[in-house]
Nanobody, 123 residues
Framework: QLQASGGGLVQAGDSLRLSCAAS????????VGWFRQAPGKERVFVAA????????YCADSVKGRCTISRDDAKNTVYLQMNSLSPEDTAVYYC??????????????????WGQGTQVTVSS
């Protein structure tokens, strides 16, 4: 199971660190991604961090403001978002999979999902 947390109401320009905590097994075995879904819009990819020390990746839409990292000893993946704008308002979901069946930026490539955490950025 995955538990996303750290969302909230912030002002434009603020930063947030979201956490994705895993239970039920060694998180180190999993590739982990973050997605977000704004009201009335489709879910979109934000960032991913592979297992085994691979290179993390942030989507172009958040590159330069995004850092994804993992602490396998704590079974947790973090998404740091800086310089937030109202366009970042969304429910943020973390997802995990042992082995990708598709590319890492597609939601269907993940088979375990957390419940989401709301991020609201006021102008």
């Amino acid at each position: 199971q995955l538990q996303a947390s750290g969302g909230g109401l912030v002002q434009a320009g603020d930063s947030l660190r979201l956490s994705c905590a895993a239970s039920g097994g060694p998180f180190s075995n999993y590739n982990v991604g973050w997605f977000r879904q704004a009201p009335g819009k489709e879910r979109v990819f934000v960032a991913a961090v592979p297992r085994g020390g691979g290179t993390p990746y942030c989507a172009d839409s958040v590159k330069g403001r995004c850092t994804i990292s993992r602490d396998d000893a704590k079974n947790t993946v973090y998404l740091q978002m800086n310089s937030l704008s109202p366009e970042d308002t969304a429910v943020y979901y973390c997802a995990a999979v042992v082995r990708y069946s598709g590319t890492f930026n597609l939601g269907r490539s993940y088979d375990i999902w957390g419940q989401g955490t709301q991020v609201t950025v006021s102008s």
